[in-house]
């Protein structure tokens, strides 16, 4: 199970890393073509949701990588899970339907990351 949460982990965290970093760092104008969503919030806020996401997936990985503080990898991935909590509300509230599973399924990894990290296999 210890490998199967690693593989997990490294997943989430190539995925939130790399959308973080594109909400963070992308103009809103640009990232409107591909994430209607962001329309409804104020650019700062778009950045704040991509560097939350990009920290998160640094919190995956390296507390556990360096042995350190390994206590933030399962609250990185609970952060995680309610962060993709509020994806699915944003998504139901603008009837975009066809997204929400995404959320779902990454909310769901997340919340078994934080399981098994702060359960039965820890570190």
């Known amino acids: 199970m210890n490998i199967f949460l690693w593989i997990l982990q490294g997943l989430?965290?190539?995925f939130f890393a790399m959308v973080g970093l594109m909400k963070a760092t992308q103009p809103t104008t640009k990232?409107?073509?591909s994430l209607p969503w962001v329309e409804d919030f104020s650019p700062s806020a778009v950045k704040t949701i991509g560097a939350v996401e990009f920290l998160g997936a640094l919190g995956l990985i390296l507390p556990a990588a360096i042995g350190t503080a390994t206590a933030l990898?399962?609250?990185a991935a609970t952060g995680?899970?309610?962060t993709m909590a509020g994806a699915v509300v944003v998504h139901a509230r603008r009837k975009e339907n066809s997204v929400i599973g995404m959320n779902i399924l990454l909310l769901i990894l997340a919340a078994v990351v934080?399981?098994?990290r702060f359960g039965p296999h820890h570190f």
């Open 12 to 14: 989430l965290a190539a």
């Open 31 to 33: 990232l409107a073509k």
């Open 73 to 75: 990898t399962p609250l």
């Open 80 to 82: 995680l899970a309610l």
């Open 114 to 116: 934080a399981w098994g």
